[in-house]
């Protein structure tokens, strides 16, 4: 199940989304979040739908990597299901037995949350595919340049962000190689009950724990050795310059955003 999990993980391409400005995707990505969240309706999600599968298939990333990263969430999408559906009343009732009412609004939320949520993952996932972690540092520092005028560490504060998306795979992969070397040693890590594998869990944890202030002692070290002394004066290989692709990228963006806002005002007025 570690496995699965690819938050964080870089795949290097030249495809037309690779080879986009980081600053213009960053954008891209808030705007496709503010389109999944100014729908109201399943019709204003099928035009997010679109974009995404659009973005999925200009990336060649192989669609199974999405599949894969949506699999740890299952049951997180089922909780969320099974909760609308029993605790949200109105419209006509589907299913009744006992205490248990299932109404077609209930129905109704849950099968637009589950796509809300796919699409979110998915659809933000992109980013950081495409995105490689030293990209991705020098786009959010200047995107936030303004704020250095108040004094704010932003070099710091990318560099932060960045590390920390960086050492997600790696926790995780360091997870599951002392899940593996537990298990090896007769510990029953999956097995018991609830209490007996939270207390199970603390075989894990610690050995985690220290493995990551190992890790964070040694890139500190690094840093230091290569004369790292934050972002005063400090000059880059690689200058983002935008493009033409950037710009059309970007208003493709936009249009979606106008036409789901377009999409829901005509259903709110038809009462759809």
């Avoid at 795949?11 to 980081?22: A, E, M, T, V, Y």
């Avoid at 909780?79 to 077609?104: P, S």
């Avoid at 997870?175 to 097995?191: F, P």
Wanted: proline content about 4%; some cysteine.
């Amino acid at each position: 199940m570690l496995r699965d999990i690819t938050i964080g993980q870089y795949f290097p391409g030249n495809s037309l989304i690779h080879r986009l400005d980081p600053r213009f995707k960053i954008v891209m990505t808030l705007i496709y979040i503010v389109m999944l969240f100014t729908g109201s309706s399943v019709f204003c999600l099928a035009l997010g739908a679109v974009y995404t599968i659009i973005a999925i298939a200009l990336s060649k990333i192989p669609v199974k990597m999405f599949f894969k990263s949506l699999r740890p969430l299952l049951p997180f999408l089922v909780l969320t299901a099974v909760l609308n559906v029993l605790f949200l009343d109105g419209g006509d009732v589907l299913f009744k037995w006992k205490f248990i009412e299932i109404t077609e609004d209930g129905v109704r939320t849950s099968v637009f949350m589950i796509i809300r949520i796919v699409l979110l993952i998915t659809g933000s996932s992109l980013l950081t595919y495409t995105t490689s972690p030293i990209t991705l540092t020098d786009a959010i520092e200047r995107l936030l340049s303004p704020l250095k005028k108040i004094k704010v560490p932003v070099h710091e504060l990318a560099m932060m962000m960045s590390i920390a998306l960086r050492f997600i795979p790696t926790l995780i992969e360091e997870t599951d190689k002392i899940m593996s070397a537990q298990k090896a040693r007769g510990a029953e890590i999956d097995s018991g009950s609830f209490m007996t594998r939270a207390k199970n869990m603390i075989s894990i944890l610690v050995p985690l724990f220290i493995s990551s202030f190992r890790r964070a002692d040694e890139l500190a070290t690094a840093m230091e050795c290569r004369c790292y002394r934050g972002g005063d004066g400090r000059t880059r290989l690689r200058q983002l310059r935008s493009a033409a692709r950037d710009y059309i990228a970007l208003t493709v963006t936009v249009v979606f955003l106008a036409g789901t806002i377009v999409l829901n005002i005509l259903l709110k007025q038809f009462g759809i």
